[in-house]
């Protein structure tokens, strides 16, 4: 979409958004996210930021330094009503002992509609408030809409609150209709900036799929390190089309195996952990390809990674195509 | 070396071998290795074939066909006394149940020399007969000789059996003095083929340290399929120098992590085992670097893996050097 475009965009929904939801107050959930992020700044423009409630829950599974950023972004917005909800040691205590796939994505789901709720019904809005959505495109196609199966649930298009919500017809989700690059355009254009706007997706359950098998704090901080690591050196390097490494990629990030292997410190025999680093060009949600790195950039920043991250003594590249593999390893 | 100086080094061995071992047998085990199989050549080639037993143990740890290679070369060689001992039952009974790589390693040390001296003694050998060993240069250094710390355990320097010939003054270490790259021109002097010769180098332990965690027969039998496909695609691919790339790399294998990630099979969610890749450049030793492949390569590998073999649905290239890391994974 071109700046004119954009502009009547927002012109539609400002006239649509006010008509359906007049003065009433509209709840929207920020999960880090550049969906839910553009969502929010775009009912910051449209709407009176006095009806505007943004609820955001720091799980625990962030990305680093992603509340901080979230929080200063919409801030800067003029967010009046800016919930940040502290469930770190919730999240942890519900995902102990928890290894498998699908038993972890379900506590994470049901445990974000438990404090949703509650966190909602502490800020005794009246009930015919409304709930917006950062839904896009996408994520309508991989939920099933259209598609033989459903590849992985996301928690925000099917919890009991959004169904109650969206059977009363008080759901929003004003960027329903768009693809990802033009989420990121309008982000843009609406006053965010690039290091929002530009940002890789981000599963609905953090980095609890990211952390293979158990998730626990220690195991979240070695990640979230890595992590870090591996996507400032992505934006310092530039790729064949000038850009940054970043930004020729679609999605990066890093996953933390429950696996050690043998490694040598300090001339003896040691354990480290296993991490693989992903990195994916664009997808059209079916389809996905691990970007063509110089091999050279791959092993410098692996050599980062394991001189700056103690516990870590080994780095892998995955190089598999979607399918057979899916984008997230859990 | 160049040819008149492995003449004089083949000359000088039969000279000082024939006084030290004068008409008594001599045993080798064969390991399926490079280093073994040229010790084979060098006594058959020396001494009088009827001297020379060869000893093959197929721990069902062995890579794709290796048993059948390894045999028929030394039959070409004129092999006469080739045992081939049958264990692969016995070593994957004794792993059962072990994860730890520690454990791994000493229960495959322990019954490699159980299964040596019950087999050994089988063959009704005078006591007098004279062990000969396929030790090279780097084993002793990795061994603890000349370096501050012992990195790994190889069985075949340290066992009873050893140390008891070793005091009798009975062991014979032909190759002792070698560098790999010397081991390799003599061996193609002596007669064995390139594929022989050219062959990567193979851990004691076999494939038990490249299926992390505890060791199946099923998961040997994934392995040696992958690890086989690897290898190929690498003999049929050109490097930068025009040789093939398995010829440029110094090492290259599978490893089967115990690790389940999620993918996509006929549209619906499936879970398979994650499969990492190594190359390693040459290595003197103590460091080593993975080798810098054009990434198109390593992904149409990949995705010919996961095509083939069914149970991979992930495969990943370990881009960590040594150190941190170590070449093989356990």
């Known amino acids: 979409m071109d700046k004119i475009q954009l502009e009547q965009y927002v012109d539609e929904l400002r006239q649509s958004l006010k008509t359906r939801v007049g003065e009433n107050p509209v709840l929207l959930l920020i999960s880090g996210g550049v969906d839910s992020t553009v969502t929010g700044a775009l009912l910051l423009k449209i709407l009176n930021s006095d009806q505007v409630h943004l609820m955001y829950m720091d799980t625990g599974l962030m990305r680093k330094d992603e509340t901080i950023s ?3 972004a919409l801030e800067k917005l003029g967010a009046k009503h800016l919930h940040i909800v502290h469930c770190e040691d919730e999240f942890l205590a519900a995902l102990k002992g928890k290894s498998e796939p699908e038993v972890k994505r379900k506590t ?3 445990l ?9 019904a502490r800020l005794g809005l009246p009930e015919n408030y409304f709930l917006a959505q950062g839904t896009i495109r996408a994520d309508l196609v991989e939920s099933g809409e259209g598609s033989p199966s459903v ?19 008080t759901v929003i989700e004003p960027l329903a209709r768009l693809y990802k690059d033009d989420v990121r355009t309008l982000g843009l254009f609406l006053g965010l900036d690039e290091s929002i706007t530009a940002r890789h997706p981000f599963p609905g359950p953090g980095l609890a799929v990211r952390v293979l098998g158990e998730v626990t704090k220690e195991k979240c901080d070695i990640l979230r390190e890595a992590d870090a690591i591996f996507i400032e050196e992505l934006k310092r390097r530039r790729g064949p089309s000038g850009r940054s490494l970043y930004d020729e990629i679609w999605q990066a990030f890093a996953v933390l195996l429950p696996v050690r292997s043998t490694g040598i410190k300090d001339n003896a025999r040691a354990y480290g952990q296993v991490l693989a680093l992903r990195a994916i060009t664009g997808t059209d949600g079916m389809t996905a390809a691990p970007y063509l790195f110089e091999t050279r950039d791959l092993l410098e920043i692996a050599s980062r990674i ?25």
Chains 1, 2 share one sequence.
């Not at 974000?112 to 909602?120: A, D, G, L, S, Y």
């Not at 516990?311 to 593999?325: F, L, M, N, Q």
Request: charged share 30%; no cysteine.
């Open 70 to 72: 979230v929080k200063s």
């Open 108 to 110: 994470i789901g049901d």
């Open 112 to 120: 974000f509609i438990t404090v949703q709720e509650r966190e909602t």
């Open 151 to 169: 590849i992985k649930s996301h928690h925000n298009v099917a919890s009991p609150l959004v169904e109650a919500k969206r059977k009363a017809g």
């Open 306 to 330: 394991t001189g700056s991250v103690k516990e870590i003594g080994r780095v892998t590249y995955d190089i598999s195509g979607k399918p057979p593999a899916t984008i997230e390893w859990e």
